[in-house]
């Protein structure tokens, strides 16, 4: 395996890391804030909460999306 090889899998390696980590506090963010919204706005419903963790899981993706079309730039850059 060539240098270039191992530095593309340990990118695309951190790039799923760094998804994970992201969605996981953007939707856990979106639980905690949807619940205290949910609390204050609608007694015993879960509206907000369930939306706001949808948004995190949405923003997750969309930096995923950013990150993987930003290596793919720069893999063409280099040919």
């Known amino acids: 395996m060539s240098k270039n090889n191992n530095k593309t899998a340990i990118y695309i390696f951190n790039m799923v890391i ?3 980590y992201e969605t996981f ?6 639980y905690f804030l949807g619940k205290w919204f949910d ?4 007694d015993s419903k879960v509206i907000l909460t369930y939306i706001l963790i949808i948004f995190g899981v949405l923003a997750g993706l969309r930096n995923l999306i950013k990150r993987a079309l930003k290596f ?8």
């Open 18 to 20: 760094q998804f994970f």
């Open 25 to 30: 506090f953007a939707m856990a963010l979106g």
């Open 39 to 42: 609390r204050l706005l609608f």
């Open 72 to 79: 793919d730039e720069g893999d063409n850059d280099e040919k």
